[in-house]
């Protein structure tokens, strides 16, 4: 399978635990997005990056929440001392740099916090 | 601010009636507006996009500039397009490329 692959699937932690979640792109493509989604919403910008360089983060993001791309393939969203709050599916997507190409979504990490 | 506005979170019609998914957004620049679809146990993905006026699956989307708005259309419904629907902005003049989803329509498609 050769799209968005997001690791792991599921998550569960306990409210102040840290969690890391991975995503590898699709090999080609420059931007890579994160998203999160609750129960009955959309999907929440949270911040893309084009290749390594972060190019912006959503005002909505806590200074929990760290992402990296450091060599601009996978990426690692982290979030430092998880909330209940904090529990959400969390999306990963990635395009060519074409603007406004079509997103390529993975199948999501969902976290819950306890 | 962008923002993307899907008035009504389910929508149930019957096999073969007609199907309007609304979508209305808010943007103070030049849009790129999207339609993605996400069926059970699947990935969002796209459906279809303004810029390539094209019908997919017999869907179709017009971009309305005067009433910002992106209305999703199918003649006649079929029992497989029972899905959630998103629709999504994105910029292209302020040199933001990230995507704004709005909070999606459930279609049922009834027999």
């Known amino acids: 399978d050769t799209g968005v692959s997001q690791n792991p699937r599921h998550k569960i932690t306990k409210r102040g635990q840290n969690v890391t979640f991975r995503c590898d792109p699709i090999s080609e493509h420059n931007r890579l997005y994160w998203y999160r989604q609750t129960l009955g919403q959309g999907p929440e910008f949270l911040t893309y990056f084009q290749n390594e360089a972060q190019l912006e983060k959503s005002r909505l993001l806590s200074d929990r929440f760290s992402a990296e791309r450091p060599k601009g393939s996978f990426s690692t969203l982290e979030i430092q001392r998880t909330e209940q709050g904090d529990s959400a599916m969390y999306l990963c997507?990635?395009?060519?740099?074409?603007?406004?190409?079509?997103?390529?979504f993975g199948s999501g990490t969902q976290l819950s916090v306890l | 601010a962008q923002r993307v506005t899907q008035p009504e979170k389910l929508l149930s019609v019957f096999k073969g009636a007609p199907v309007e998914l609304k979508c209305n957004y808010s943007y103070s620049g030049s849009p790129e507006l999207f339609w993605y679809v996400q069926y059970s146990r699947q990935r969002l993905q796209l459906l279809l996009r303004?810029?390539s006026r094209e019908s997919i699956k017999g869907f179709t989307a017009d971009l309305n500039k005067g009433e910002t708005s992106f209305h999703l259309k199918k003649p006649f419904a079929q029992e497989e397009d029972s899905a959630m629907y998103y629709c999504a902005l994105s910029g292209t003049t302020s040199g933001t490329y990230k995507y704004i989803f709005g909070t999606g329509t459930r279609l049922k498609v009834l027999a």
């Open positions: 997507a990635s395009s060519p740099q074409v603007n406004n190409e079509k997103l390529f």
């Open positions: 303004h810029i």
